[in-house]
């Protein structure tokens, strides 16, 4: 079942825009990532939920959304995102979260995998900006932004060798290619 979830939780970049996602998913969502682990249990993350399409549009400007894909601003009007998830980091509590904002972002995702929503980590912010926009308080440390929705995107994934190009692209029907590694490539005995 994992397998299944990791194979359709796919870095999801266009959604049907006339898809909500209420409050209380968001919540069930970030409780998935409350009881995930992280690192000597100090539970330094926050999140700030967004799902009303005005302070959405206060969160888009500030997200930079495929590097790879050079010619494309992001998604159109009725393509973008219906929530997001924006993983803080409390320094009041710690100055170094390590890993648990992968890990909590991870099982976010998972989450709305198996709801039949999809997703995009996105790290490419423009983080004062964006802290400006929501009147974030200084304390908290601007991590990642999870986009949520339902997914428009068709994602595929291709396997490519040594030496060959892992950048993801479109095809010319819109499909989003992934190239990943063997797993052969990967494992060293």
């Excluded at 790879?68 to 009007?77: A, I, N, R, V």
Aim: glycine residues 8%.
């Amino acid at each position: 079942m994992i397998r299944e979830l990791v194979l359709k939780s796919r870095s999801y970049r266009r959604f049907y825009g006339e898809v909500d996602i209420k409050h209380e998913i968001l919540k069930d969502l970030v409780e998935l990532a409350r009881l995930s682990p992280s690192a000597m249990n100090l539970q330094p993350l926050r999140y700030i939920l967004s799902y009303e399409s005005e302070k959405n549009a206060l969160i888009f400007p500030h997200l930079g959304w495929a590097g790879y894909l050079t010619d494309w601003p992001g998604p159109s009007e009725g393509e973008r995102p219906s929530a997001y998830i924006i993983i803080l980091a409390d320094t009041e509590i710690s100055r170094s979260v390590g890993c648990d904002h992968g890990i909590a972002a991870q099982s976010i995702l998972l989450g709305a995998t198996e709801r039949g929503l999809g997703g995009c980590m996105i790290g490419s912010i423009r983080r004062e900006e964006l802290r400006s926009a929501l009147g974030i308080p200084e304390r908290y440390e601007i991590l990642i932004v999870l986009a949520l929705g339902k997914p428009k995107d068709k994602v595929v994934i291709d396997t490519v060798g040594v030496g060959e190009d892992i950048k993801y692209w479109r095809d010319s029907e819109g499909v989003h290619h992934v190239p990943k590694r063997s797993l052969a490539d990967l494992i060293i005995d």
